[in-house]
């Protein structure tokens, strides 16, 4: 039987000091959403005697997905950061209103 996870904020390294108005809250908030997805995903795929997906998918595209779910995760929660429009644009996250339509192909501003 799958086990749900949960995030132990405890963990978290309470006195950091995070950039871009970013909040402890927003990092439990994405890993809280990727912990659903695979608890959800891996839950049918088990019911119908298939391998849980993180046994399917190759490491780099383990890597990948994970990456992204994040990305949107936080851009969603967080008061300042959007993800960046541009395909394979670097970096993931942009200062929100920085760059038009929030895509630039490469920036040193956001993360």
Same mark, same amino acid.
């Given at each position: 039987m799958?086990?749900?996870? =949960?995030?132990? =904020? *405890?963990? %978290?390294?309470?006195?950091?000091v995070? /950039?871009?108005?970013?909040? $402890?809250? !927003?990092?439990?908030?994405a890993?809280? #959403? *990727?912990?659903d997805? %695979?608890? #959800? ?6 019911e119908?005697?298939? /391998?849980?997906? !993180?046994?399917?998918?190759r /490491?780099?595209?383990? +890597?990948? $997905?994970? +990456? #992204?779910? $994040?990305?949107? @995760?936080i *851009? =969603?929660? +967080?008061?300042? $950061?959007?993800?960046?429009?541009y395909?394979?644009?670097? /970096? #993931?996250l942009l200062?929100?209103g920085?760059?038009?339509?929030? @895509? *630039? =192909?490469? +920036?040193?501003r956001?993360?």
């Open positions: 799958q086990v749900r996870e =949960k995030v132990d =904020k *405890a963990r %978290f390294n309470q006195p950091a995070l /950039p871009y108005s970013l909040r $402890l809250d !927003d990092f439990q908030i890993m809280e #959403d *990727a912990y997805f %695979f608890f #959800d995903v891996n839950t049918f795929f088990l119908r005697g298939l /391998p849980r997906l !993180d046994d399917l998918l /490491p780099a595209n383990m +890597s990948g $997905l994970l +990456s #992204d779910m $994040l990305t949107a @995760s *851009a =969603k929660h +967080s008061r300042t $950061l959007v993800q960046n429009c395909h394979n644009g670097h /970096p #993931d200062l929100q920085r760059y038009p339509n929030n @895509s *630039a =192909k490469a +920036s040193r956001g993360r």
